[in-house]
Nanobody, 120 residues
Framework: QVQLVESGGGLVQPGGSLRLSCAASGSIFSMDDMAWHRQTPGKERELVASITRSGTAKYVDSVKGRFTISRDNGKKTLYLQMNSLKPEDTAVYRC??????????????WGQGTQVSVSS
């Protein structure tokens, strides 16, 4: 079993910053691509940012220049630094990871999500 647990969400004023973390644990042999997604009621889930094992990152256009995705492979942790937050960034943020378990089987795992609210 593999678990992903997000933390770091909360309420912040427009222009503020938050740092999300996603800690992985369990029967992990290796972790490949990891990503952050967000979803608001009535809208489709959106891929916000992704990062390969070697650190190559991609972002949705709406967060480029404001968000930074990173990972610490030794700590099995994914991060999302969010700066210059806007009300439209309000959403539940979830992490995902493509993981090879100790059984040498690949699967994709998801965290439960953390709420980010941007409001004055």
């Amino acid at each position: 079993q593999v678990q992903l647990v997000e933390s770091g969400g909360g309420l912040v004023q427009p222009g503020g910053s938050l740092r999300l973390s996603c800690a992985a644990s369990g029967s992990i042999f290796s972790m490949d691509d990891m990503a952050w997604h967000r979803q608001t009621p009535g809208k489709e889930r959106e891929l916000v940012a992704s990062i390969t094992r070697s650190g190559t990152a991609k972002y949705v256009d709406s967060v480029k220049g404001r968000f930074t995705i990173s990972r610490d492979n030794g700590k099995k942790t994914l991060y999302l630094q969010m700066n210059s937050l806007k009300p439209e960034d309000t959403a539940v943020y979830r992490c995902s990871a493509r993981v090879m378990s100790t059984d040498l089987l690949y699967d994709e795992y998801w965290g439960q999500g953390t709420q980010v609210s941007v409001s004055s």
